[in-house]
């Protein structure tokens, strides 16, 4: 599966920056996670469906990685964070709807 990480406008990759501030085994386990994404093996992740299109995969120590899969070939990650309760927080929340909702506009899908 090809990955597409969200970059600010100035090119700055967000979910990159977000794993590589993580803990030395927090590090790891998000870059194995990408690499799992890549490698097709998302039957050995924990995925589940957040909201619409939008898919979560989780990794050590309750850090999450959402986004959109687009006819299994190309996975757009919209956001990392760290989610400590069954709810993700408002803030995540929204930056995640408004990511999904760029990328729609941008190839004409309804996401969320």
């Not at 870059?31 to 097709?40: A, F, S």
């Not at 909201?51 to 959402?66: K, L, P």
Request: charged share 35%.
């Amino acid at each position: 599966m090809e990955l597409h990480p969200y970059k600010t406008t100035g090119g700055k990759n967000l979910i990159l920056e977000y794993i590589n501030n993580l803990s030395k085994n927090e590090k790891i386990d998000g870059l194995t996670v990408l690499e799992y994404m890549e490698d097709d093996r998302l039957d050995e992740l924990s995925i589940k469906t957040w909201r619409g299109s939008i898919q979560e995969v989780y990794f050590f120590r309750h850090n999450r990685i959402f986004y959109v899969a687009i006819e299994n070939e190309k996975a757009y990650l919209l956001h990392a964070c760290r989610k400590q309760k069954n709810k993700t927080e408002k803030k995540d929340a929204d930056i995640i709807i408004k990511r999904a909702k760029e990328l729609g506009e941008k190839i004409s899908k309804k996401l969320v």
